[in-house]
């Protein structure tokens, strides 16, 4: 999350170990991801699917828009960084990214705060992408 330290967004709000967040990573095993259609996968061997299976190739290829796009949401790469908290733990910040291919996908920075025990998004906007 390097770059978000002097975001508007983030205005009133310090994030411990900035710098940290952007190098942290953690092995996740399928234990934690009950749905059946969500599978952990390496990112480079995923990537490589992805271009396969843009739009934009398979359309050009003969395949319907619709069924196109779908193939490309089976097989797209969703990530997320590590989660930024304030020193009270108060407010969250978390990127990610769902790339389905050059122009099939969308990203953003989601800003969370913690109230009454729940955490809820912010209305803060720090950006995001859609293709």
């Known amino acids: 999350m390097i ?3 002097d975001r508007e967004c983030l205005k009133g709000i310090q994030l411990e170990n900035l710098a940290g ?6 092995d996740l095993t399928s234990a934690v991801l009950p749905a059946k259609n969500i599978k952990l ?16 190739k398979t359309i050009r ?9 779908e193939g490309a949401f089976a097989t797209a790469l969703f990530s997320m960084s590590e989660i930024g908290f304030d020193k009270e733990r ?5 990127r990610y990214h769902f790339w389905c291919g050059s122009l099939c996908g969308n990203g953003a920075t989601l800003v969370f705060q913690k109230v009454n025990g729940e955490w809820k998004k912010t209305s803060r906007n720090c950006g995001g992408w859609i293709s």
Do not use: C, E
């Open 61 to 69: 290829d003969g395949r319907s828009v619709h069924s196109a796009v």
């Open 3 to 5: 770059g978000l330290a």
């Open 90 to 94: 108060s407010h969250a910040v978390v």
């Open 41 to 56: 996968v390496d990112p480079k061997q995923q990537s490589k699917i992805v271009r396969d299976n843009d739009p934009d």
């Open 21 to 26: 967040l952007a190098h942290s990573f953690h």
